[in-house]
């Protein structure tokens, strides 16, 4: 969408996909709604996706298994993502709604992540595996949770631009999980001898993560967001275009 607009005698065109960082930004924080779930958004999709660089290495180094059948991880992982997210949207959310789903798919994350660390105990591939299943079920009930919810904290004016930012911010979010999650990894390995308790650091504070996820997400109030976030986006607009 194209709004133009007449400044120092010269028409210009603001384009609500021409979305930076530093705009995005100052759009999903233009409010204090859109700033609190901005803020439940990255914490959500960082401790969701830590795991991604150090799921296959656990494979192998705690459970001894073949690079083929680490691989075949992700597999277990993405079935029971798409089960979750295919079936969420007209299971889930028309009985418990679209903040409870989301609160109940980052509690089941924080618990599959446990169940990732004491298969860790037991050095049951299949166990894990199950682990891995169940956890791409949570996380696919958690995405679809939170991309309802999104919906919900969009403002029509300009929805090009939210949708935009909050892709951008998603991101983000995603680049920031894997490379962090290699830190923790590596700092894990510096404090335990123990591989089992170096991988569940980061398990572990991805479970962390997640509760404190459910924490930020319980002071948002989507009737105050659609009661103040029209004037505070309108605001951030105007300056865009001095």
């Given at each position: 969408m194209k709004t133009p607009c007449f400044?120092?005698?010269?028409?210009?065109?603001?384009r609500e996909d021409g979305i930076t960082l530093g705009r995005a930004i100052r759009v999903l924080t233009a409010s204090r709604q859109t700033?609190?779930?901005?803020?439940?958004?990255?914490?959500?999709?960082?401790?969701l996706?830590?795991?991604?660089?150090?799921?296959?290495?656990y494979g192998g180094e705690v459970f001894d298994m073949s690079i083929p059948d680490t691989t075949k991880l992700n597999a277990f992982w993405g079935l029971g993502t798409l089960i979750g997210v295919s079936s969420t949207g007209f299971l889930v959310v028309p009985r418990l709604g679209k903040t409870n789903t989301t609160k109940l798919g980052c509690f089941l994350v924080a618990c599959s992540f446990m169940l990732i660390i004491l298969s860790g105990f037991t050095g049951q591939a299949k166990l894990l595996q199950v682990a891995v299943f169940f956890f791409g079920l949570a996380a696919g009930l958690t995405t679809t949770g939170a991309i309802s919810l999104m919906l919900d904290l969009t403002a029509a004016e300009t929805a090009g631009t939210f949708i935009g930012a909050w892709g951008l911010a998603q991101a983000m979010a995603r680049a920031i999980a894997t490379v962090s999650g290699g830190i923790v990894l590596d700092i894990g390995k510096s404090l335990f001898n123990s591989p089992v308790f170096a991988y569940g650091l980061v398990f572990s504070l991805q479970a962390v993560g997640m509760m404190a996820a459910i924490a930020v997400l319980n002071q948002v109030n989507v009737q105050e967001f659609q009661d103040?976030?029209?004037?505070?986006?309108?605001?951030?607009?105007?300056s865009d275009l001095d």
């Amino acid at each position: 969408m194209k709004t133009p607009c007449f400044q120092g005698g010269k028409y210009y065109v603001n384009r609500e996909d021409g979305i930076t960082l530093g705009r995005a930004i100052r759009v999903l924080t233009a409010s204090r709604q859109t700033g609190i779930f901005f803020g439940f958004l990255l914490l959500m999709t960082i401790s969701l996706f830590m795991q991604e660089a150090v799921l296959e290495p656990y494979g192998g180094e705690v459970f001894d298994m073949s690079i083929p059948d680490t691989t075949k991880l992700n597999a277990f992982w993405g079935l029971g993502t798409l089960i979750g997210v295919s079936s969420t949207g007209f299971l889930v959310v028309p009985r418990l709604g679209k903040t409870n789903t989301t609160k109940l798919g980052c509690f089941l994350v924080a618990c599959s992540f446990m169940l990732i660390i004491l298969s860790g105990f037991t050095g049951q591939a299949k166990l894990l595996q199950v682990a891995v299943f169940f956890f791409g079920l949570a996380a696919g009930l958690t995405t679809t949770g939170a991309i309802s919810l999104m919906l919900d904290l969009t403002a029509a004016e300009t929805a090009g631009t939210f949708i935009g930012a909050w892709g951008l911010a998603q991101a983000m979010a995603r680049a920031i999980a894997t490379v962090s999650g290699g830190i923790v990894l590596d700092i894990g390995k510096s404090l335990f001898n123990s591989p089992v308790f170096a991988y569940g650091l980061v398990f572990s504070l991805q479970a962390v993560g997640m509760m404190a996820a459910i924490a930020v997400l319980n002071q948002v109030n989507v009737q105050e967001f659609q009661d103040n976030t029209k004037e505070a986006i309108a605001n951030v607009m105007a300056s865009d275009l001095d």
